[in-house]
């Protein structure tokens, strides 16, 4: 009777602090060992409590003997399939249907599986990611809510942030950074309601989950890539994926507007490990400022301080509107679970715990 009682308190607690807490989450997901990483010959490195104690919020990790314990809203262990996560994060995209403004990030070093976790293995239908995910709901959503008067008009844009200058992934007319062309200056803008514009910045108006498919991989395609040491296809920039959706409903007379970013960071591994040098530092030195600018925003809402800076960065300045207030934001850390990168994993639980400890905005109204 009393480990009933005890377990019901616990919930209960469990669900107080989620509601204190504000609209911000940290889900956790830790990879599989991939085939040619062989097996960790240092011991377990990581581990994740599955008692029902930790009821999967729990991650340990253990670096030169030392055991550092992180606890999120959620963490996902590597056999995790994308399904699942998905689950967890169905009610957040409806949420945009709702007119809220939701923000999905990836964050963690390059070769963790923030782009498996955003998009998903290509060629592998069962194995697709969020973003394909969330499209799917969205649009399977729509549909439904057209029996009850509602009808939504949806947009569409993609960019990249790199070097603190942002690219149009939808433009058919693509400057190359890589040869050192600077490119359009595309000004971001945010109007008296709380709306983003970016200045020339492609929106393309869609009615179907085969046309986002579509722009997807032209978005994929025009992608700047750089070589590390690390992995020769890594992620030097951010990817912004911007879903805007207009709901009007004539009959109740009500209208929504909500907006859907998933955003894919880049890698956020040190200066040593990449063994930057010249054009590569520059790009790092970049990558962590924003990362950095981000945690900054996160951390001045969470202390409700009266000067967010949002303006140190690009990418917090694009996302202020959908950052704070009543949006909501989700990040994902993703680990690798190798013994080598057990210095990168811990710099990444870090991070996400300085944005775990936030309470942004008003209360979350449950949708
Ligand atoms: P990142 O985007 O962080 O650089 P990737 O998403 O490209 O990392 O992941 C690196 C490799 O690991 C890819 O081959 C990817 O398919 C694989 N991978 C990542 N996460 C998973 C997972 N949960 N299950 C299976 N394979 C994964």
Redesign the pocket.
């Known amino acids: 009777y009393k480990l009933i009682e005890g377990d019901k308190l616990r919930k209960k607690l469990h669900n107080t602090i989620l509601e204190l807490k504000g609209n911000i989450r940290v889900f956790c ?1 830790v ?2 060992l ?1 085939p040619d990483e062989g097996c960790n010959t240092e011991g377990k490195i990581i581990s994740y409590p599955t008692s029902m104690e930790a009821s999967g919020r729990g991650i340990d990790l253990a670096q030169n003997g030392q055991k550092h314990s992180f606890t999120f809203d959620k963490v996902f262990a ?1 056999d995790a399939s994308q399904e699942e996560v998905f689950v967890e994060i169905s009610q957040l995209v409806q949420s945009a249907l709702d007119g809220y403004k939701v923000c999905i990030f990836a964050y ?1 070093q ?8 955003m998009m998903g ?1 290509p060629g592998h239908p069962e194995e697709k990611g969020l973003i394909p995910r969330s499209l799917e709901q969205i649009f399977q959503t729509k549909q439904s809510l057209l029996s009850q008067g509602w009808k939504y008009e949806m947009q569409v844009s993609m960019l990249e942030i790199y070097n603190e200058t942002i690219r149009d992934l939808l433009s058919t007319n693509k400057p190359s950074f890589e040869n050192g062309t600077p490119g359009k200056q595309y000004t971001i803008k945010h109007d008296a309601s709380g709306n983003t514009h970016v200045t020339d910045l492609t929106v393309v108006d869609v009615q179907s989950v085969k046309e986002v498919a579509f722009l997807l991989n032209q978005a994929a395609n025009s992608r700047s890539i750089g070589k590390t040491q690390m ?1 020769e296809q ?2 030097r920039s951010h990817f912004v994926f911007t879903l805007r959706i207009f709901g009007t409903n004539e009959s109740t007379d009500q209208q929504v507007q909500g907006v859907l970013n998933l955003i ?1 960071l880049a ?1 956020s591994e040190r200066l040593a490990k990449s063994g930057s040098t010249g054009d590569r530092l520059k790009e790092t030195q970049a990558i962590n400022k924003s990362l950095s600018s981000l945690s900054d925003v996160f951390f001045a809402l969470a202390k409700k301080e009266e000067h967010v800076p949002y303006r140190n960065s690009k990418l917090t300045y694009l996302l202020q509107p959908c950052l704070g207030g009543d949006s909501k934001t989700l990040m994902f850390v ?1 680990i690798s679970p190798e013994s080598s990168s057990v210095a990168e994993s811990l710099c990444s639980l870090r991070f996400a715990s300085r944005v775990n400890a936030c309470e942004i905005g008003t209360p979350r109204r449950q949708t």
Request: glycine fraction near 20%; avoid cysteine.
């Open positions: 997901r990879r599989p991939l590597p963690g390059t070769g963790s599986g923030k782009t498996y976790t293995r992995n890594s992620s894919d890698g993703n």
